[in-house]
């Protein structure tokens, strides 16, 4: 067992990490859950999943009562081990779907319903609770809503260059200007009308990952996690 992996053991640990698209939350998230070891939830798969239920049903998205029918009577069932990454939608696999561009339209309309919303942080704090408080929960409104007591709380940033080059990446190039800024840019802008993610609360700590590479990202969210198991609140 490393020494990362004995940080609080057997105490819980809850790392909550908020930051807009693009900024590397999911991989770094796992990265240090992995090396932690500690369960990992998506936040953000869950409201995909949801969007991908409503555009297979044909439920119409901008029927706020449907959709938040939707998310309050769908079954989740996603892999909580960073290393396997698996979603399913009542018992379909929607792992690689949930990514498709056509999802990440829509999934605004799910994340912007406060009904559905509620439910869905309604289940995240359930599997919180289920992992025995020792998981790294990633998304936009863990610090703040889902989590706010956690031992470890931050905000991962990054420039609107160094997100939307990244976005573009890590989808392979297929992906026009007009459609990454449409996917980071104005998804962000949809999705702060209901939580703000872009600036630390108190107590949050910040990472910005700008002129950070992977590695040194993850060691420097490691460091924040470290600082704030040892010195309480942020300052």
């Known amino acids: 067992m490393t020494e990362h992996e004995q940080l609080r053991q057997g105490k819980p640990?809850?790392?909550?990490?908020d930051g807009p698209s693009g900024s590397g939350k999911s991989s770094v998230s796992k990265a240090v859950a992995q090396r932690l070891g500690l369960a990992f939830l998506d936040t953000g798969a869950m409201y995909r999943s949801v969007a991908w239920?409503?555009?297979?049903?044909?439920?119409?998205?901008?029927?706020?009562?449907?959709?938040?029918a939707a998310a309050r009577t769908i079954k989740l069932e996603q892999s909580m081990v960073p290393e396997t990454e698996l979603f399913k939608v009542n018992g379909v696999n929607v792992t690689d779907a949930i990514?498709?561009?056509?999802?990440?339209?829509?999934?605004?309309?799910?994340?912007?319903?406060?009904?559905?919303?509620?439910?869905?942080?309604?289940?995240?704090?359930?599997?919180?609770?289920?992992?025995?408080?020792?998981?790294?929960?990633?998304?936009?409104?863990?610090?703040?809503?889902?989590a706010p007591n956690a031992e470890a709380r931050l905000i991962l940033?990054?420039?609107?260059?160094?997100?939307?080059?990244?976005?573009?990446?890590?989808?392979?190039g297929t992906q026009s200007a007009e459609q990454l800024v449409e996917q980071v840019l104005a998804r962000d802008a949809k999705d702060s009308t209901v939580v703000d993610f872009q600036r630390a609360a108190d107590g949050v700590y910040t990472v910005d990952s700008s002129e950070l590479n992977?590695?040194?990202?993850?060691?420097?969210?490691?460091?924040?996690?470290?600082?704030a198991v040892n010195a309480g609140p942020a300052a």
């Open 53 to 68: 239920h409503c555009l297979n049903g044909r439920i119409n998205l901008e029927n706020a009562a449907a959709v938040e």
């Open 13 to 17: 640990l809850v790392v909550a990490i």
């Open 99 to 146: 990514r498709e561009p056509g999802i990440s339209a829509a999934v605004s309309a799910v994340a912007t319903n406060l009904g559905a919303r509620a439910e869905l942080v309604r289940r995240q704090r359930a599997l919180i609770a289920e992992h025995r408080h020792r998981i790294v929960v990633e998304g936009r409104d863990i610090t703040t809503v889902v």
């Open 157 to 172: 940033t990054a420039s609107e260059e160094a997100r939307l080059r990244r976005r573009g990446l890590q989808l392979g």
């Open 214 to 227: 992977f590695e040194e990202t993850v060691v420097a969210v490691i460091a924040v996690v470290r600082k």
